[in-house]
């Protein structure tokens, strides 16, 4: 069965400071897409990134980058120069290739303080 | 485009009521699901559908029923609501399935007393 851990419950950073959010995944399959989303304190689900398990590159997009490892079963996500604005729940979430389902994380709350 | 939309935003129901929480998309997506969000809990699938007429169930399905008429509406029905069903509840969207980009509405808080 599909699984997804973010061991990190919350995390709390002072503005500028670099983070990490970590996600470390259990698949069966070969075929398989991670998934990256925002929680601000509104509400709403923000998507971020998709990665399929056949791309390994590491993608930055502005201060956002993620790195998704198969050997680890991990896909981390790190904020660089981080701002306030970024203060908000961040779920990984891992579907397999034929199932119709989607597994998330429970999420990790990242809190960055001026 | 709306997107996905839901209604109602916020809902207060007593014990043993039923109500339906409804989600439409525009987008022609063939695949929609529900979740719940509970705190600690992330989000956990209910109910999800291929297309019109197909449904299945996901991890959290008891005290749910779904139906999907046409490719817009999912309708998520809560047939004797209970406390334990206090929760935000999400529907979303994709264009063929959970390995696409779902598209979330904005969500459903329902109260039970």
């Known amino acids: 069965a599909q699984k997804v851990t973010q061991a990190q419950t919350e995390i709390s950073v002072v503005e500028k400071e670099d983070v990490t959010l970590d996600c470390v995944y259990e698949?069966?399959?070969?075929?398989?897409?991670l998934f990256w989303y925002k929680q601000p304190p509104s509400g709403e689900l923000v998507f971020l990134i998709r990665?399929?398990?056949?791309?390994?590159q590491n993608e930055i997009s502005g201060r956002y980058s993620w790195n998704f490892q198969k050997s680890t079963s991990s896909f981390n996500f790190t904020i660089t120069a981080s701002q306030v604005v970024d203060s908000a729940v961040y779920f990984c979430?891992?579907?397999?290739?034929?199932?119709?389902?989607?597994?998330f994380g429970k999420g990790t709350m990242l809190l960055v303080s001026p | 485009n709306a997107g996905v939309t839901q209604t109602p935003k916020f809902q207060v129901l007593k014990t043993g009521q039923s109500m339906t929480l409804q989600c439409a998309q525009d987008?022609?997506?063939?695949?929609m699901s529900w979740y719940r969000q509970d705190p600690g809990m992330g989000l956990r699938l209910i109910h999800y559908s291929v297309g019109a007429g197909i449904t299945d169930q996901g991890e959290v399905p008891n005290g749910y029923n779904v139906s999907r008429s046409t490719t817009e509406d999912f309708p998520l029905r809560l047939l004797s609501a209970a406390p334990s069903q206090t929760s935000v509840y999400f529907c979303?969207?994709?264009?063929?399935?959970?390995?696409?980009?779902?598209?979330f509405g904005p969500g459903t808080r329902l109260t039970v007393l």
């Open positions: 979303a969207s994709s264009h063929t399935g959970v390995e696409d980009t779902q598209y």
């Open positions: 698949t069966r399959d070969t075929t398989y897409y």
């Open positions: 990665r399929n398990s056949f791309d390994e």
């Open positions: 987008m022609n997506h063939e695949y």
């Open positions: 979430a891992l579907s397999e290739a034929g199932y119709s389902t989607l597994t």
